[in-house]
């Protein structure tokens, strides 16, 4: 047991209990989101102790000197005096300005923001509800050019947040938007580079982001789009995909269908098994790999096996929320 | 005096050359591959260049008590020193491969051999 001091206020840590979890036992309002140290909504501060090395995982440097660390990550090895963030602190007022169904369970939501040049096209933001409840969404299209952010939310089953959106919010709402995150992004350089791109369920929102920058940058290689779901009816886009792909030689879409026999025009089977029985060598490609996270993992290393460099692939596993079946 | 394996080498450029190539050698091998974890690859990567860092000699952390406990776990998977030999063959081939001069290959591999009966626990 230890104590974790916040300002005057003493509360107990109990032993294996991250701070998260104890401050949330204790009332105490700390925002928070994927609970895997993924989304960085919950990073406070350590003022006086070195936090767990673990707890700082892929913190920038430059917080980690200064003792932030992810409360969702520590388990803490003695006392704390720490300081919670801001509620503000890097969160802007956002306006919804669209919201339209894709498919059956999945929504294109429009925001619009204000700095649209920070944000890049297949980076994440975290979306928070004026409660404080808190979900991590990629960008799905390119800010600059239309001062907005779209991201892709499926409804859940027994997702607060994505069931919030999907039922409650209107256009015309408004909703906190944070700064932008991660770095599975596109990058115009190497232009003539084939870029593999593989996704499953709402994995196509950061790689439709990244392929439309591409595009948008005159990207010259081979762009190839792997987007695969168990049902024809889960995946969406794709005619406007295959509309793309007409328009742009250098681009192919192949959508894929996991459970039984795929349509005309759908391939058979997972996405990145597809993707990669296509490409049996990828010694000077740019890999993306976007969604579920044992998909985004394997194919990793299958994509590393068959020659990729690893600083050529780029990974966003998408995280659901421990709390989605609350 | 003259500087470091690890400066002459190239310091942590070099790691992670030496590191994408060798971690691929190490996972194709079905010698050794089941040493190695199945799924999650950051880690192992990490644990790889912090592997190059100290077989050059460079700034690491590691006690002989770590290396010990670190590897605990494959030794009772049935590691041992056939399995260390395997290892040391793909360091070798890697470092040839990126054109370092033998001479430093043998003082590289001269340390990782200095490791051997802390990592297979003797």
Redesign the interface.
Known sequence: MFDLLIKNNRFTCRPGETVLDALLRENVNIPYGCRAGICQSCVVQSLDVTPPAEAQGNLKDTLKSSGHFLACQCVPEQAMRLKLPAQEAGYTDCAVIGSELMNRNTRLLIIRVNDAHRYKAGQFVNLQRSDGLTRSYSIANIPQSSGALEFHIRCLPGGRFSAWVHDELKVGDSLRVSEPQGHCFYLPDRKEQGLLLIGTGTGLAPLAGILADALAHGHSGPIRLFHGSREKEDLYWTEEMRELAKRYPNLSYTPCVSSGDAPEGFAPGRANEVALAAHPDLSRWRVFLCGHPDMVKNTQKQAYLKGARLADIYCDAFVVSTEAAD | MSDSLYERIGGEAAVNAA??LF??KV??DYRINRFFDK???DSQ?AKQKAFFTYAFGGPNHYTGKDMRSAHARLVKMGMDGSHFDVVMEHLGATLHELNVPGELIAEAAGIALGARSDVLGL
């Open positions: 590191v994408e971690y691929r996972l194709n799924t999650d690859m990567l």
